[in-house]
């Protein structure tokens, strides 16, 4: 008898365990309760099976709100307004009260992560109407507040 060597490789993650491929996931990034449990419904062979295996990384803290709380503020505060980060955060399946606490802290430094953000995309002040509106939509549309986006554009003008 002659074996078979030309059998492809098995696929990555053929044979992981639920728990493996939830440390997988773990070890790219800060994921969720809920995060995780969307990404490994489809492995499970119980939803019971799946409960079981987060409430044992939530003992062990692998799974840490509080991380992925501060892991998504680093990723994206530079880059992004508070009501952007928001919603990053509630689609995580975060709890109400860390989502607010995490808005909370970033509207304190909202105007100069604007000012920074714009400085970056435009770094010149707007010649006409049609230009401040483009800066102004740029900021709304990365989620900065309107107040902010006010100070922002005006101040650039003032200088």
Do not use: C
């Amino acid at each position: 008898m002659t074996a078979n060597l030309t059998r492809d490789p098995p696929s990555p993650g053929f044979g992981l365990s639920l728990k493996g491929r939830a440390l997988r996931y773990l070890a790219a990034r800060e994921h969720s309760r809920v995060e995780l449990e969307r990404k490994l419904a489809a492995h499970a062979e119980s939803p019971q099976q799946l409960a079981q295996v987060l409430d044992e990384l939530q003992a062990k803290d692998f799974i840490s709100e509080a991380r992925v709380v501060e892991s998504v503020i680093n990723r994206r505060a530079g880059r992004f307004g508070a009501a952007r980060i928001r919603h990053e955060l509630q689609g995580k399946g975060l709890t109400v009260e860390a989502v607010a606490d995490a808005v909370s802290s970033l509207k304190a430094s909202e105007f100069e992560r604007a000012r920074e953000v714009w400085r970056r995309k435009f770094g010149e002040v707007a010649t006409d109407a049609a230009a401040r509106g483009k800066q102004m939509r740029f900021l709304a549309a990365r989620g900065f507040g309107s107040d902010a986006i006010r100070r922002v554009v005006s101040q650039a003008e003032d200088e």
